[in-house]
């Protein structure tokens, strides 16, 4: 079993910047898929941006050029860099972690980007 820890959500102003961490309790390093998601309240949970095994990396059109996804080997952490912060992009954030066939989630955590 493996823990998936979120940390880094809170309150931001309009057009400021929060970078979420996805703090895993094992090696991440052979994930092949790692992902971030979100869910406002009455929606469903969407995807906001992919990294794949090779580096490639996926955004949802809404965060291209606002948001960053990485990942720290050494530190068995997933990073969501987020800038330019809009007030749709409040919701709860969820980190994904697929290692080795099993699939692993945080418990999420909120994002509220409001004046």
């Known amino acids: 079993q493996v823990e998936v820890v979120e940390s880094g959500g809170g309150l931001v102003q309009p057009g400021g910047s929060l970078r979420l961490s996805c703090a895993a309790s094992?090696?991440?390093?052979?994930?092949?898929?790692l992902a971030w998601y979100r869910q406002a309240p009455g929606d469903q949970r969407v995807l906001v941006a992919t990294?794949?095994?090779?580096?490639?990396?996926l955004y949802t059109d809404s965060v291209k050029g606002r948001f960053a996804i990485s990942k720290d080997n050494t530190k068995n952490t997933l990073y969501l860099q987020m800038n330019s912060l809009k007030p749709e992009d409040t919701a709860h954030y969820y980190c994904?972690?697929?290692?080795?066939?099993?699939?692993?989630w945080g418990q999420g955590i909120q994002v509220t980007v409001s004046s």
């Open positions: 990294l794949v095994g090779t580096g490639t990396t």
């Open positions: 994904q972690l697929k290692i080795l066939g099993n699939d692993y």
């Open positions: 094992r090696n991440i390093a052979t994930a092949y898929y």
